[in-house]
């Protein structure tokens, strides 16, 4: 059997720059509101607590979305890239996709290997379930190369799908 590569996080690029584009957006919008001399002789001293908090929140929003996505794309692109990850092959079993909160959750199984992801969530791995588009389906022949992950569990670093010679 043939294999052929759809997704592979080193390829993939970061997935996490709107929420570090957004943060970014705030925390200037923050650092001028903060740093305007009429906001410092501002009379309503709330005004000033609401901008600092403003400020504040924006600035840990940044690090904190950059430091969470970003830990785990470099992760899971440098399993893919430098074989730290696992590799199971077979075909996909227990393929189940159902409706959670507004995205879509999709879950298989491939030799006795659990894995499962949902649309719209930033991760460093793959996550395209078939409503968007992905090429997960019942009986599909792949291979997929993974990493564990402390909050996302079995993370796919690299997609193979079977086909046919």
């Known amino acids: 059997m043939q294999y052929r590569l759809v997704y592979d996080a080193a390829e ?5 720059w ?13 650092a001028v509101l903060v740093f305007d001399r009429d906001s410092l ?10 901008v600092w908090g403003f400020f504040l929140f924006s600035l840990v929003w940044t690090v904190v979305s950059v430091g969470f996505t970003g830990a785990d794309y470099f992760a899971a692109r440098n399993a893919s890239t430098n074989g730290g990850c696992t590799e199971v092959a077979g075909p996909v079993t227990d393929y189940e996709t159902r ?3 507004r995205a879509t959750v999709e879950s298989f199984s491939v030799d006795g290997v659990s894995f499962e992801y949902r649309e719209r969530l930033i991760t460093g791995g793959f996550n395209q ?13 792949v291979k997929a190369c993974y990493i564990q992950s402390r909050t996302s569990g079995n993370v796919i670093v690299r ?6 010679r």
């Open 12 to 16: 993939a690029g970061y997935q996490g």
């Open 18 to 30: 709107p929420f570090v584009v957004i943060g970014l957006i705030f925390t200037a919008i923050g």
């Open 41 to 50: 002789v501002d009379p309503h001293p709330a005004r000033g607590c609401f």
């Open 99 to 101: 409706r959670r909160s």
């Open 129 to 141: 379930t078939a409503r968007s588009g992905g090429p997960i389906r019942p009986g599909l022949p």
């Open 159 to 164: 997609l193979e799908v079977g086909a046919p």
